[in-house]
């Protein structure tokens, strides 16, 4: 019986990325000991059925804590924004759960094992979101000499769900915390504090985002006792560009020493005009390689 298992969530149009994703899991030989499970939000029966031959359990999301109907109208793929905080209720057999969001793939398996190990007595692993070359952190609007408006993602989120001043004073410059990889035991507390939180950013805020959010409170305001792993274990493109080693073929950090990215996560895509990579795999950028040459190469996985 298979203990530890990844899971991850799609709707119809993003099933290519889902099925890449799983892909790249099973291209490692040490998968054969992890489960993948899917949630659907909105898959069709033919990429089911074609899933189904590649994973161990397929299960419908649920709105798991109630939503305005008007908030969500036609965006079953939301759920992902509730559903990843209750796992253990739709795969209850798994003691060890990691989350893949399915923008994301695998390139390196030590990523894996770290999220597994992370998890242990009962801590959240997950990676917060900077690492060496970012050049800004927050975000503000300068007023008038020092006085500015803050515009960090957890503050701006803050205010919009309405979670209290003091919260949001206490997150604005917290280093952000992405929940697309995220790994917790079954018997956690960290969900209960997790769907705590998430009840109170659902009521006021946007659905995209409130999970995030919810995590973000989870760790800095209630203390929730944390792993945090290197950031090429949830390594965002979108905001720093790998680079490129041909003798390996593999994606790594841009700077020294060049570890190679476990995790390539895609989130909020990369561009070519109006084409976002995530949907055309046509789309390719200028990568740098370590030997110093351009390449134009696809980010996603096999491509």
Same mark, same amino acid.
């Given at each position: 019986m298979k203990k530890n298992v990844i899971v991850s969530l799609a709707d119809s149009n993003y099933f290519e990325l889902l099925n890449e994703l799983v892909d790249s899991i099973k291209s490692f030989e040490q998968s054969k000991d992890i489960a993948i499970c899917i949630l659907d939000a909105g898959l069709s029966e033919k990429q089911k059925n074609e899933l189904s031959k590649k994973v161990d359990e397929i299960k419908s999301a649920e709105w798991d804590i109630d939503v305005p109907a008007f908030k969500v109208k036609e965006k079953e793929w939301l759920k992902s924004q509730v /559903?990843? !905080?209750? =796992? *253990? #209720? @739709?795969?209850? /057999? @798994? &003691?060890k759960f990691l989350w893949i %969001?399915?923008? !994301? +793939?695998?390139? %390196? +398996? $030590? /990523?894996i094992e770290l999220y597994f190990k992370a998890c242990e007595n009962g801590k959240l692993g997950i990676t917060q979101t900077f690492t060496p070359g970012y050049k800004i952190m927050s975000k503000v609007k300068w007023i008038f000499g020092q006085l500015a408006i803050i515009k960090s993602q957890n503050f701006k989120h803050a205010i919009k769900s309405k979670i209290g001043i003091d919260k949001a004073r206490k997150l604005a410059f917290a280093p952000h915390i992405n929940i697309g990889v995220f790994s917790l035991e079954k018997n956690s507390v960290g969900w209960t504090t997790w769907q705590k939180n998430l009840e109170q950013t659902l009521k006021a805020g946007n659905i995209f985002g409130s999970e995030q959010l919810a995590i973000n409170m989870s760790v800095y305001i209630d203390d929730l006792e944390t792993e945090f792993l290197p950031h090429n274990c949830n390594w965002l493109v979108s $905001? =720093?560009? *790998? #680079?490129? $080693? &041909? #003798?390996e073929k593999s994606f790594v950090e841009p700077y020294l020493p060049n570890h190679k990215l476990g995790i390539i996560h895609l989130a909020s895509g990369i561009w070519d005009g109006d084409k976002d990579m995530r949907l055309h795999r046509e789309v390719k950028i200028d990568i740098k390689t370590l030997e110093g040459k351009i390449l134009s190469k696809s980010l996603r996985f096999g491509h």
């Amino acid at each position: 019986m298979k203990k530890n298992v990844i899971v991850s969530l799609a709707d119809s149009n993003y099933f290519e990325l889902l099925n890449e994703l799983v892909d790249s899991i099973k291209s490692f030989e040490q998968s054969k000991d992890i489960a993948i499970c899917i949630l659907d939000a909105g898959l069709s029966e033919k990429q089911k059925n074609e899933l189904s031959k590649k994973v161990d359990e397929i299960k419908s999301a649920e709105w798991d804590i109630d939503v305005p109907a008007f908030k969500v109208k036609e965006k079953e793929w939301l759920k992902s924004q509730v /559903s990843r !905080a209750f =796992l *253990p #209720k @739709y795969f209850p /057999s @798994y &003691e060890k759960f990691l989350w893949i %969001d399915c923008d !994301a +793939w695998v390139g %390196d +398996w $030590n /990523s894996i094992e770290l999220y597994f190990k992370a998890c242990e007595n009962g801590k959240l692993g997950i990676t917060q979101t900077f690492t060496p070359g970012y050049k800004i952190m927050s975000k503000v609007k300068w007023i008038f000499g020092q006085l500015a408006i803050i515009k960090s993602q957890n503050f701006k989120h803050a205010i919009k769900s309405k979670i209290g001043i003091d919260k949001a004073r206490k997150l604005a410059f917290a280093p952000h915390i992405n929940i697309g990889v995220f790994s917790l035991e079954k018997n956690s507390v960290g969900w209960t504090t997790w769907q705590k939180n998430l009840e109170q950013t659902l009521k006021a805020g946007n659905i995209f985002g409130s999970e995030q959010l919810a995590i973000n409170m989870s760790v800095y305001i209630d203390d929730l006792e944390t792993e945090f792993l290197p950031h090429n274990c949830n390594w965002l493109v979108s $905001n =720093l560009l *790998p #680079k490129f $080693n &041909e #003798k390996e073929k593999s994606f790594v950090e841009p700077y020294l020493p060049n570890h190679k990215l476990g995790i390539i996560h895609l989130a909020s895509g990369i561009w070519d005009g109006d084409k976002d990579m995530r949907l055309h795999r046509e789309v390719k950028i200028d990568i740098k390689t370590l030997e110093g040459k351009i390449l134009s190469k696809s980010l996603r996985f096999g491509h």
